[in-house]
């Protein structure tokens, strides 16, 4: 079978997708480049394409299915950048992937950990010689009351990891896991912002839940809330977010995603003027840190994604049943 892979990354992808194409017997067509109008010719005579997170909208469905594409799986597990009503209609098939959730467990369980101690001011102090105490107290992990919004695999993985701090420990998910119940107690949103000092997010992005942060939320939430997104941005409101750590309510916050961040992060835009003044106000507050969604980035997780979207072609192309499957 062939499949033709877009934004193909030699640094890091190569060697997994020459592993993985020969073990599977599966013919590569490639490309660094997101895919685009201009360049969809290029997936002419495959039926599989693999893309990561880059905006597949309607009209760029319809080329694909003009050419033939039969199905597109993203390296991902969020599938949010793809349209999923235009692939309904087109009758294209969408797929995303799973790969080890201890890659953002650890990196969410990170930036709560700078954020609480302060760590942004403390490097940047560090940076310039500036060896003074005041402002850089930090708080304790285990004093802590988290509320953990999506219990799935990532979201189990973080509240594993938070037990063995001594949090006290909330979760928030329409499903609920027996797992999870060894180390937290499921509630409702109301009690989570009540109760919380800290609210991490591990919800995919759909339609009900966008802005589940918002201002609203927020206003009902605790003094001094610490905030840490490594899922998708949509989930907060971003000018609520920024209203919030302006007025003091929202102490610190970690964010791996931003709203609108198709496009621009992965890529070198160092000499760039970008269109994201939210970007530039949360970066310059001392008590916020932003990261360019990299909480995925491990060598096990590269590996993982790779594999499992090409699996999930080969799963479709032989009628096999496809875990992945979204549509």
């Known amino acids: 079978m062939k ?8 640094f890091d992808e190569a060697e997994y997708f020459q592993k993985f194409s020969g073990e599977y017997g599966i013919e590569l067509g490639i490309t660094p480049d997101d895919p685009t109008l201009d360049n969809a010719h290029l997936a ?3 039926e599989y394409v693999s893309i990561i997170t880059t905006k597949i909208d309607e009209k760029l469905m319809e080329r694909f299915y003009e050419l ?12 949010d950048h793809v349209d999923i009503a235009a692939a309904r209609r087109l009758e294209i098939h969408v797929s995303n992937v799973s790969y080890s959730p201890e890659c953002v467990a650890d990196y969410t369980v990170m930036l709560m950990l700078m954020s609480i101690r ?3 001011r403390i490097m940047q102090r560090e940076e310039i010689n500036d060896f003074s105490l005041p402002g850089l ?6 004093n802590f009351t988290v509320g953990v919004l999506g219990t799935g ?6 509240i594993r990891d938070l037990s063995g701090f001594g949090c006290k420990i909330y979760a928030y998910d329409r499903y609920e896991n027996d797992s999870v119940k060894r180390y937290a107690r499921y509630t ?4 989570i912002y009540r109760e919380c000092d800290l609210i991490t997010l591990h919800m995919p992005l759909l339609e009900d839940n966008f802005h589940l942060i918002d201002g609203d939320a927020i206003e009902r939430m605790k003094d001094g809330v610490v905030i840490v997104n490594t899922a998708r ?3 907060i409101d971003t000018k609520a977010l920024i209203n919030g750590i302006e007025s003091g309510k929202i102490s610190a916050a970690g964010l791996d995603v931003i709203e609108d961040e198709f496009g621009m992060y992965y890529n070198d835009r160092k000499s760039d003027v970008l269109k994201k003044r939210d970007l530039y106000i949360l970066r310059g507050f001392p008590n916020v840190i932003v990261t360019p969604h990299m909480a995925f980035y491990t060598d096990q997780a590269v590996s993982d994604m790779v594999k499992n979207s090409l699996l999930s072609c080969v799963c479709h192309a032989e009628g096999k049943e496809d875990p992945w499957s979204v549509v």
Do not use: C, N
Request: proline share 2%; no cysteine; aromatic share 12%.
């Open 3 to 10: 499949i033709f892979v877009y934004s193909y990354r030699e």
């Open 44 to 46: 002419e005579g495959f």
């Open 68 to 79: 033939g594409v039969k199905m597109i799986s993203t390296r991902t597990i969020g599938y």
């Open 118 to 120: 302060r760590m942004k």
């Open 137 to 142: 107290q930090g708080r304790e992990l285990p």
């Open 153 to 158: 695999r990532i979201g189990q993985a973080v």
């Open 188 to 191: 409702d949103l109301d009690t």
């Open 233 to 235: 941005g949509g989930l």
